[in-house]
Nanobody, 124 residues
Framework: VQLQAFGGGLVQAGGSLRLSCAAS????????MAWFRQAPGKEREFVAA????????YYVDSVKGRFTISRDNAKNTTYLQMNSLKPEDTAVYYC??????????????????WGKGTLVTVSS
């Protein structure tokens, strides 16, 4: 499975960005998808996940109410809509995929496939 994330950029605090992650696999609908992020000098942290059907989503507390993860199985793409961005959201954002959803879905080691990151910079 090859994943490619894009859509990052520079935005002012309070602004919005939408990240996209395109998957190469035709059976995209059989994959659970997630977004993680890594700020300079920090560990990679879980941001959001969506199950393969799209019916259930999970978020880290710090982005609840501001970020929305979604997917379009017809386009083999998952999205992360980020609103009300804060400087502390600045990080490289990575998409991840796996065919099963681990109990510890918020752990980076629970995801088998990763894309290259896309940088999001939020200025104050």
């Amino acid at each position: 499975v090859q994943l490619q994330a894009f859509g990052g950029g520079l935005v002012q605090a309070g602004g919005s960005l939408r990240l996209s992650c395109a998957a190469s696999r035709r059976t995209f609908s059989s994959l659970h998808m997630a977004w993680f992020r890594q700020a300079p000098g920090k560990e990679r942290e879980f941001v959001a996940a969506v199950i393969k059907s799209g019916e259930r989503t999970y978020y880290v507390d710090s982005v609840k109410g501001r970020f929305t993860i979604s997917r379009d199985n017809a386009k083999n793409t998952t999205y992360l809509q980020m609103n009300s961005l804060k400087p502390e959201d600045t990080a490289v954002y990575y998409c991840a995929a796996n065919s099963y959803l681990a109990t510890r879905y918020d752990n980076r080691w629970s995801w088998d496939y990763w894309g290259k990151g896309t940088l999001v910079t939020v200025s104050s």
